[in-house]
């Protein structure tokens, strides 16, 4: 049996065959233990980010976090998906705002929202407000996270966030991301809430996810 207090730490030094081996050990043992892995994953990756405000990791090493995560999902989201959690998985929107052509952010939350049991439709990169509406439209989306880097992001968020309401869409919660958010762009927005953490942003989402 995997000991996921070690899965965590080898997340957390970026030991991708330590990470890898002890994934596709829980698969072969049947997947049973498939959510507790990406629990291990996740608080991995809060030491990552951690590490990272401390000065200690760089950019590059968030991105290759973030590329650990996302096969982390890989190799789990069947046990994932066919779990309990599975059965009440919830769809959401994820992209980066218009005039903003940054993901490393984006991927990584993108990988820990899927290892929570959320279906992430993710709308790329430099995403208009047109687009973002048509999806959540036609998709019956109530959750949508907006994701930004440069400090104009700001006006293409709010932006998306009018378009939503005047579509008339009901109950949708939109939370902002990314360098340049803050209580104050939250409430410029029109979002229902913000986070500089992947580890927040789950969180909110989740909590949204259950209130629903």
């Not at 997947?31 to 590059?60: H, T």
């Not at 989201?77 to 992209?95: D, H, S, V, W, Y």
């Not at 293409?156 to 958010?181: C, F, Q, R, T, Y």
Request: with cysteine; net charge negative.
């Amino acid at each position: 049996m995997v000991d996921f207090t070690k899965l965590t730490e080898a997340l957390g030094d970026l030991d991708e065959d330590s990470v890898l081996e002890m994934l596709n050990q829980v698969m072969d043992e049947g997947g049973e233990d498939a959510q507790k892995a990406m629990d291990a994953c996740q608080k991995g990756m809060e030491i990552v980010g951690q590490l990272f405000e401390q000065g200690e990791y760089f950019v590059g090493d968030l991105i290759f976090a973030g590329e650990l995560m996302t096969e982390a999902v890989d190799i789990l989201k069947n046990a994932l998906i066919t779990g309990e959690q599975g059965e009440t998985k919830t769809r959401m929107i994820l992209c980066t705002v218009k005039d903003d052509l940054h993901d490393i952010g984006k991927n990584i939350v993108r990988s820990m929202l899927e290892a929570s049991g959320f279906e992430v439709i993710d709308l790329g990169i430099d995403t208009p407000k047109e687009k973002i509406v048509e999806t959540a439209k036609a998709e019956g989306i109530k959750i949508v996270a907006l994701s930004g880097v440069l400090t104009l992001a700001i006006d293409s968020m709010k932006e998306a966030v009018d378009a939503l309401h005047e579509a008339g869409i009901e109950g949708v919660k939109v939370i902002i991301g990314g360098a340049p958010v803050s209580e104050e762009a939250k409430i410029a927005t029109g979002a229902d809430e913000w986070a500089h953490s992947p580890q927040k942003t789950v969180q909110v989402c989740r909590g949204w996810a259950e209130a629903s």
